[in-house]
């Protein structure tokens, strides 16, 4: 199974700061990784899809880069509503296999 | 609106089984896979399996192998999961998610808690 490595496992920073959260693959796996919004008590929301590709609905603000075995999400001006926990997802063989995750706080 | 309506919180004994609807309205059933994924208290997003029920073909994750079944009956858009052999380290929200061929889970359910105790 190729092994998905998600840092930091938390994170905080001041409204307005520009974030990055990463991921990184055992093995290439071209673009096929999704992330993840899961805000406290809710239901997880996609974000970007195949690793660049924002969801319709889905503040600009927010970006997915890379390619091959390294892959960044990057939240550009941060806001309050953006407390959550985000998660990547690799899809390119099964299993599907979701990063530990990466806890978003707000100084 | 596409909508993807789980039945309600259950709660088992260690060994018995639990079965999980999901009803999706709204859109076509056939085109997208459902899969299932879980989440323990406090943990992360754990994937279990999915059903393509256009191909009638299921996948599962090794670690479910055995004791998981995930079925659809189409006729009423519904897929369903079943888990047996039910211990304490399966208390958890289970999910069910809609994708298409990408495996980008864009319309979830509200979620099932799921509480094994004796």
């Known amino acids: 199974d190729i092994q998905m490595t998600q840092s930091p496992s938390s994170l905080s920073a001041s409204v307005g700061d520009r974030v990055s959260i990463s991921c990184q693959a055992s093995q290439d796996i071209s673009n096929y990784i999704n992330w993840y919004q899961q805000k406290p008590g809710k239901v997880p929301e996609l974000l970007i899809y195949d690793a660049s590709n924002l969801q319709t609905g889905v503040p600009s603000r927010f970006s997915g880069s890379g390619s091959g075995t390294d892959f960044t999400l990057t939240i550009s001006d941060l806001q309050p509503e953006d407390i959550a926990t985000y998660y990547c997802?690799?899809?390119?063989?099964?299993?599907?296999?979701f990063g530990q995750g990466t806890r978003l706080e707000i100084k | 609106q596409v909508q993807l309506v789980q039945s309600g919180a259950d709660a088992k004994k260690p060994g018995s089984s639990v079965k999980i609807s999901c009803k999706a309205s709204?859109?076509?059933?056939?085109?997208?896979?459902f899969s299932w994924v879980r989440q323990a208290p406090g943990q992360g997003l754990e994937w279990m399996g999915r059903l393509i029920p256009i191909l009638g073909k299921s996948n599962y994750a090794q670690k479910f192998q055995g004791r998981l079944t995930i079925t659809a009956d189409e006729f009423t858009s519904t897929v369903y999961m079943q888990l047996s052999s039910l211990t304490s380290e399966d208390t958890a929200v289970y999910y069910c998610?809609?994708?298409?061929?990408?495996?980008?889970?864009?319309?979830w359910g509200q979620g099932t808690l799921v509480s094994v105790s004796s």
């Open positions: 709204g859109g076509s059933f056939d085109s997208y896979t």
């Open positions: 997802q690799l899809y390119d063989n099964l299993p599907i296999t």
């Open positions: 998610a809609r994708s298409g061929a990408n495996d980008a889970y864009n319309i």
